[in-house]
């Protein structure tokens, strides 16, 4: 799962479902203190979240811009998922030295391995900034215009806001634009790889495992922070030392009983608690799907070359297992939301929600929010599901169509900027480009976008498709383009570059796979794109007074904010639970159940033989 649930006991838990929740840590005194202690809490709000003392938010850091970490020594040292840390185990791994497969330590710090643009992210402060960033915006006309001001805004107060030269400052809207607030933040970028166990064990069970219970991977990498000798961050550099953190976790071995307390903090990526029925309607039945549908065509291509290729194995592996992880959550959402009749709950809750605003006198305010919805939901659903094809097969999935995408956007920014940010761009596009094609395969790619392409022409709205895709056959389609396009190879992309502006265009509209990429997006950019940002920023608005209308008229509610990949807090008491009839899962799990789950020389289940 994509971030790491920080567990101050280092079991898999579930919490009871009137417990839980995701509050802000600065935000904790008060109801939520309460709450905890009475659960069994030791410490104090102040522990969790102090800006003038250390506490625990200053050892949980942001791992990577996508995962949770904790420090656990007063050297940098600090613990995060396997799965986090997959992408850098996997840069260092080659055939000769496969770290993937047989793990990697390093036995002194001489031997850690630096990572490129890896980074870690402490939060120093938090502060509500609500009412600044609402500065001049109420009384504007569209909600276009309410987006630009806010927009406005928020530039303006971090580039205003007093902090420290080595630090950052994030704004992020929560409550769906309720309310905003601001961390101050310190980025350090010279993270170096220490130790990771063997895919064997951090990825054991992989992704039949993935997001299900009971779990038995050693799911784990350790890093280390370094900085300068002032402890502030800095680039890498070998005079550099380890970090010193405010805060960092003792590791208890003494387990853990089912009814303590427990409490997690980390940074949780997006959740849309609070959409109406007629959105997760539309997430059941039509995005999703589609979405699960693509990503299980690439990932079986790819895993077949995978499991009879070393090399490919190492190449794929870090993008296999991204793509994987949104696959599996898609599906096991999909099956929740249908099993607990999550569109039959939202009605009812809607029912409610109008009840409450027709006896309030509110109807001016909140009268049509629910009507509004489902017009809006009706009139975007071919649009979001173009959309979604779009971002699944041409930015994600067919890599030659992403590489193609970003020399399109190229294009762009020759037309709308001139030739000097069209070089500016070029450049930096080459060297991001070296990266890519390292782990790219052909032989792999050809294979996934003949199943894309032709999922693509088939299953995407056909009112939006290009002519380029009108009745393909996808397998002449493919040998068309692979054979003779020269996004194949890297050499073939930087001859395509090379030149000044009209001649890199003048190459790259002769080119069979840009010509392609460039009909797929025009079309998407001139028929879907426009209409569906137009609904969905009606959709914004209509969210934003939904949910305070939602808090107003349900006080007594635990409504927390949605996930946005800021710090949270969660809590509870350690349970099983039933998922479900006659079944009855335990808290914890132990090695036993890794061996039951053994088999020997399995992609996903087996184990190094110094384990059995």
Known sequence: MKFLKLLLVLFVIQVQAQQGGMWIPSLLKGTNEKEMKALGMKISADDIYSVNNSSLKDAVPHFDG??????????????????????????????????????????KMEDELPNKDLTVTFI???????????EGVLNLPSESDKQKKIQQNIVALNKSYSREAWQETMIRAFYDGNQYLLFVTETFKDVRLVGAPPSSIG??????????????????????????????????????????????????????????????????????????????????NDLNPAKIEIRDAALKVQDGFMRKDNAIKIQYASKYASVANYWKKW?????????????????????????????????????????????????????????????????????????????????????TRGEQAFNDKKNNLISGFEGLYKDYSAQVDEKVFEQLINLYATKSPKQFLPESLNNINASALTTSVFGSSKLTSFNGLKELLNGDAKSVLEKLNQDKGYQLVKSIADSYQKNVAPKFDEINLKNIALQRTYMK??????????????????LRVTYGKVKGYKPSDAVIYEPVSYLDGVIEKYIPGDYEFDVPKKLI
């Not at 959740?271 to 059941?284: D, G, K, M, N, R």
């Open 331 to 415: 599906i096991g959402e999909t099956k929740g939301l249908k099993k607990s009749n999550a569109v039959a709950f939202k009605q009812d809750f809607e029912k409610k929600f109008q009840e409450r605003v027709n006896k309030s006198g509110k109807q001016a305010e909140y009268g049509t929010i629910l009507a509004d919805f489902e017009k809006n939901y009706k009139d975007i659903r071919e649009y979001a599901i173009a959309r979604d094809y779009f971002t699944e097969v041409v930015l994600r999935n067919s890599e030659i169509l992403s590489f193609g995408y970003r020399l399109y956007q190229l294009e762009q920014v020759y037309n």
């Open 124 to 134: 120093i402060k938090i502060e509500d900034v609500t009412t600044k960033i609402f």
């Open 549 to 566: 209308g939602i808090m107003e008229f349900f006080p007594n509610d635990r409504i927390f904010p949605d996930a946005n990949s800021t």
């Open 66 to 107: 996508g995962c949770t970490a904790e420090m656990i020594s007063p050297k940098g040292l600090l613990l995060t998922n396997h799965h986090c840390g997959y992408d850098n185990i996997q840069s260092h791994s080659t055939v000769e030295n496969d770290y993937l497969t047989n793990g990697f330590w390093a036995y």
């Open 203 to 284: 990825k054991f069970g992989s992704d039949t495992d993935n997001w299900v219970w009971p779990r038995h991977t050693g799911d784990f990498s350790l890093f280390r922070i370094y900085a300068d000798k002032n402890n502030r961050p800095a680039e890498y550099s070998k005079d550099n030392v380890p970090y010193t953190p405010k805060h960092f976790f003792p590791i208890s071995a003494k387990g853990i009983q089912e009814n303590d307390f427990t409490m997690v903090m980390g940074y949780p990526g997006r959740t849309q608690e609070y959409l109406p029925s007629f959105a997760v309607e539309q997430i059941v």
